[in-house]
């Protein structure tokens, strides 16, 4: 057993750099874990900056300077960032309040289509399954009526991390936006000279990530504002709030299309009931998931590394418990990098040769 555990770490960690690389790994993972919820506005300002590196680029190209340059794609993303602020949150604050006010009067009406099922069909369901799951479902509501009121109480405190997001991120990202190359090079210098497998996995994982997080991006925001159009077009209520969540959706592969289709068309129901509308609501619905999937997904995400579903479903998982919405959002990207780092990890072929002499000796 010592021979072969011995042969794998030489296999592995045969050289400097594969054990630094190791190391480094365990560095962000143990930082990422322990006060990432403290570094959120630094790891917020980076994304933001990555996403506009194309933008900065491109101006740079047409000739202008660099600091002209970093300055245009500031104010832009700054003046979106107010434009959300003044115009969206507040329709969306207002949707979501009515929702929350509408929501006894749609539990009543559920209740009431349960228990006619009893009467309808017999054989297959019986009262008492109605009238325990109509119990389950008041607790369910009676425990998140207690969240709402929870929420609502510490909200101050949320109200101060909003505003210190909305003060440290626009300077954390200008700054990353005009020094970005002297803060990498910086980190560079602090690696060793020769580093083969690192620059192959930076250089895959910066086009790779960029392809990702940019096209992911431009997909939440395609399928949300036509999400949105369609419902409005349609009278559908909440249709913003609904439009945002169909967009939203889009970042759990599989999970969020399935997710989001509930209350879509619970709402539908119970605005129109069993009516054409609803009918209009479901294909239309469907249409835009399946634009969306065959169309849009493989239009923005062509040069992307593909991934088994069930690789992409175990990622969401994992990173989804470990580090939250932003392990969600990065799944894909961080299962990307998985893989990058061990098809770029180096080894030693002999290894398996010198472990089949050691088993024949023995």
Request: aromatic share 12%.
């Amino acid at each position: 057993m010592i021979p072969i555990l011995r042969n794998w770490v030489n296999r592995y960690f045969h050289d400097e750099e594969s054990v630094l690389l190791l190391v480094l790994i365990a560095i962000v993972f143990v930082v990422l874990w322990t006060i990432g919820t403290i570094l959120g506005p630094v790891i917020a300002a980076v994304i933001i900056a990555f996403l506009m590196q194309g933008l900065l680029l491109w101006l740079k190209k047409k000739g202008l300077p660099h600091i002209v340059a970093v300055t245009i794609s500031f104010l832009l993303m700054f003046s979106l960032m107010i434009a959300t602020l003044l115009f969206l949150l507040p329709v969306l604050w207002q949707q979501s309040a009515k929702l929350l006010s509408e929501l006894p009067r749609m539990v009543a009406e559920w209740r009431q289509l349960l228990l006619l099922l009893p009467e309808q069909y017999p054989s297959f369901v019986t009262e008492e399954q109605i009238l325990h799951i109509i119990n389950h479902i008041n607790n369910e509501l009676g425990e998140f009526g207690q969240s709402v009121v929870s929420f609502s109480v510490s909200s101050i405190p949320l109200l101060f991390v909003a505003l210190l997001y909305m003060i440290m991120v626009p300077l954390l990202v200008f700054f990353f936006l005009k020094d970005g190359r002297y803060i990498l090079n910086w980190l560079g210098s602090l690696l060793p000279k020769e580093r083969p497998v690192m620059s192959e996995i930076w250089t895959e994982m910066n086009q790779q990530i960029a392809n990702y997080v940019r096209g992911k991006v431009v997909e939440i925001l395609i399928v949300g504002v036509s999400s949105c159009i369609c419902f409005a077009i349609l009278g559908l209520d909440y249709a913003m709030l609904l439009g945002l969540a169909v967009g939203l959706s889009v970042v759990i592969p599989y999970i969020g299309a399935v997710a989001v289709t509930v209350p879509v068309l619970l709402i539908g129901f119970f605005q129109w009931g069993w009516g054409s509308e609803l009918f209009y609501l479901a294909a239309v619905y469907l249409v835009i998931q399946g634009l969306d999937g065959n169309v849009l997904v493989p239009l923005l995400f062509s040069e992307a590394v593909n991934l088994h579903p069930v690789a992409i479903i175990l990622a969401v998982l994992v990173f989804g418990g470990i580090w939250g919405l932003w392990g969600v959002f990065f799944a894909i990207p961080l299962a990307t990098l998985i893989k990058a780092i061990t098809n770029a990890w180096p080894t030693r072929e002999y290894a398996t040769t010198e472990t089949s002499k050691i088993d024949t000796a023995q």
